[in-house]
């Protein structure tokens, strides 16, 4: 595998040619600082970072994995790991997007995002390290005390303490209302927590000073469901430097991210406090739940982007074959793979998949700041609402095309894809894992359609199809974009009624919206892609003449890539819709046999 480059250039075109973040970002209260000098002097840092520090790791992180001592609970990360992550915060990454009040740098998510990505390509595994510490400062920033706030985030926030989110339980994943870790008051203020947990991200490491563990358990008096839940906080260690009963108990053996400690943590009457009010843990969880998801997106298109380099580059390389219309390079002993219309079709959905990806990341991030920040109530409630109706599909739509991408790297390399070290199977594996935690990527389709589209009669996803609208609107009298607009409109009117004939069927029989959700997701993920490729073409268009014109034609040509060979999926997806529920529920439970 070639090593990895930022793809700098395309996220200076995302973020301020096509998004035009500048518009916006330093007009926001407290970002008035973020300029494009800024953001291009942070994006290269952390480029350099990335190249440099941990996509070097990423192999023998792999290799090496992560070791558990069972008699003192420690677990001991890969070499590499822990001088990066120090380097790391020395840099003053671990604060780029936290509050100064705590020392954070206080830049905007649509810097923090970008530089998440390149993370992921470089070292998923390394990445969740400080990410899951992000999370854990989130959650505490939006919902502790002043004086939680004072004593965990300024550690949280320049990196020498770390966080985790402690949810899931053995008998419970998806299904929260099951869980049952313990909370006793002790009288104090404090609790006592007793219980085990499993699959925690970076539960255990030697990367940092303190483990701070946000930890969801049940109050005695606490209803049995969902309602009954409240959230912890659990450090490792006491302000004292006393050690709390809460430990590794063992580490998993997994598919991928195999660098990344994920721990059974088991809590002995550890002692923890609570985060915002009894039995309301799991909506401070859901607080940070949008970035954290549109983290786990990232996931997928970074790996797509590490994925699609090392497939380039190898596609260039390798020789195989004459090109079909007769040699294109007939000095050398065969021509490169990249010649063959199969080979290109891998690269190219790589290639439009991850940059689709990339566009809709900065347009979330952007919407996030919006949402944050934004003096005007009716703009960050704008915000808010397309958050809440993408973050499902970004979750889950960029990690199913991330592993997609991985997986035609693969197929680019031929058998070596299949061989450990060209370092292309490490991705599909790392990748795999993205469409399961944070809420399987099924869970995301129940979500979308359920919570965001049908729950509010479509209210949200009329305002995103109005954007849409417009877009096509603005543009109908474009000869150029014509191709685009077309089929875009089009879906557009679809989708208005494929969304109408589910909210009918559902109303007869629930199991219908549960029937269409996979596929419905896959629909908004098509036509949101559709919309952003044919935004990308408009302004590469604009650019032709002022000296990128190689830049902004494969824009265009992969725009029509996208249109003509990824788009159509539609049709099987409308297709799928319209049969419903039955044939899914017709079988009998015990007819399913073998
Ligand atoms: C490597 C790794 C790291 C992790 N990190 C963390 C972490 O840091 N913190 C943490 O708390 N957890 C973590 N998890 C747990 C992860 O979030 C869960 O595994 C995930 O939410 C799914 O839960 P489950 O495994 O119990 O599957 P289940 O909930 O048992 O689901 C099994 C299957 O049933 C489907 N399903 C369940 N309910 C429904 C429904 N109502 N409708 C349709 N389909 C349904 C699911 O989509 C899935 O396909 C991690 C897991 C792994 C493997």
Request: hydrophobic fraction near 40%.
């Amino acid at each position: 595998m070639p090593a990895y480059k930022a793809p700098l250039r395309d996220l200076d075109f995302v973020l301020n040619e096509l998004i035009k973040v500048q518009d916006i970002i330093p007009t926001l209260p407290g970002y008035e600082d973020a300029t494009q000098d800024i953001f291009a002097s942070y994006l290269e840092a952390a480029a350099q970072f990335c190249e440099n520090e941990i996509a070097p790791l990423n192999r023998s992180g792999d290799e090496e994995g992560c070791e558990f001592n069972a008699a003192d609970h420690s677990v001991k990360t890969p070499a590499g790991f822990k001088q990066a992550y120090q380097q790391f915060c020395e840099l003053g990454f671990t604060g780029l997007d936290c509050d100064p009040a705590y020392g954070g740098q206080g830049m905007p998510k649509t810097l923090a995002f970008p530089i998440m990505e390149m993370q992921c390509s470089a070292n998923v595994a390394w990445s969740m390290y400080p990410g899951l510490s992000h999370g854990a400062y989130a959650a505490i920033h939006a919902h502790g005390t002043p004086e939680q706030k004072d004593t965990y985030l300024p550690h949280l926030v320049d990196g020498s303490w770390t966080g985790t989110m402690c949810l899931t339980e053995p008998h419970c994943g998806t299904d929260l209302g099951l869980l049952k870790t313990k909370a006793e008051p002790n009288g104090d203020g404090s609790y006592s927590i007793t219980g085990t947990k499993i699959f925690i991200s970076a539960g255990e490491h030697d990367m940092s000073d303190n483990i701070i563990h946000l930890v969801l358990a049940r109050l005695p008096d606490a209803p049995k469901d969902v309602k009954g839940i409240s959230l912890f906080i659990v450090p490792k260690f006491h302000a004292d430097g006393s050690r709390n009963p809460v430990a590794c108990g063992a580490l998993e053996h997994k598919m991928g991210i195999k660098a990344n400690a994920t721990a059974v943590i088991n809590l002995d009457n550890a002692k923890g406090y609570l985060i915002g009010e009894p039995n309301k843990g799991l909506s401070c969880m859901f607080t940070m739940m949008n970035a954290a998801r549109l983290g786990c997106g990232m996931q997928g298109l970074g790996i797509g982007e590490a994925s699609f380099q090392g497939a380039l580059t190898y596609a260039r390389e390798r020789l195989q074959m004459r090109a079909l219309a007769g040699a294109k390079f007939p000095e050398k002993a065969a021509d490169p793979i990249i010649v063959h219309p199969d080979v290109r079709r891998m690269l190219l959905t790589q290639k439009a998949y991850t940059e689709a990806g990339r566009a809709l990341t900065a347009l979330l991030a952007l919407q996030l700041d919006i949402e944050e920040k934004h003096p005007d109530a009716d703009a960050r409630q704008d915000a808010a609402d397309l958050v809440a109706l993408l973050t499902p599909v970004a979750k889950a739509f960029m990690t199913d095309n991330g592993f997609e991408a991985a997986n035609m790297g693969v197929q680019v390399f031929g058998g070596h894809g299949f061989i450990r070290e060209w370092g292309m199977e490490q991705l599909v594996r790392d990748c795999r894992i993205s469409q399961l935690y944070e809420g399987t990527n099924g869970i995301q389709a129940i979500d979308l359609l359920g919570r965001k589209v049908l729950l509010d009669q479509g209210a949200k996803l009329r305002k995103f199809s109005k954007q849409i609208h417009k877009f096509c609107e603005a543009n109908a009298g474009n000869a150029q974009l014509a191709e685009f607009v077309g089929p875009l409109s089009k879906l557009l009117k679809e989708i208005g009624e494929t969304t109408m004939g589910i909210g009918m069927a559902s109303m007869m029989d629930k199991d219908e919206a549960g029937a269409a959700a996979t596929d419905f997701l896959r629909l908004i993920g098509h036509i949101t892609y559709a919309w952003l490729w044919a935004r990308m073409a408009e302004v590469a268009y604009s650019k032709l003449g002022g000296g990128d014109d190689a830049f902004y034609n494969a824009k265009i040509t992969t725009a029509r890539f996208y249109y003509a060979k990824l788009l159509p999926e539609v049709e099987s997806l409308k297709a799928k819709i319209k049969t419903g529920a039955k044939p899914l529920m017709s079988l009998q439970d015990e007819h399913f046999a073998f």
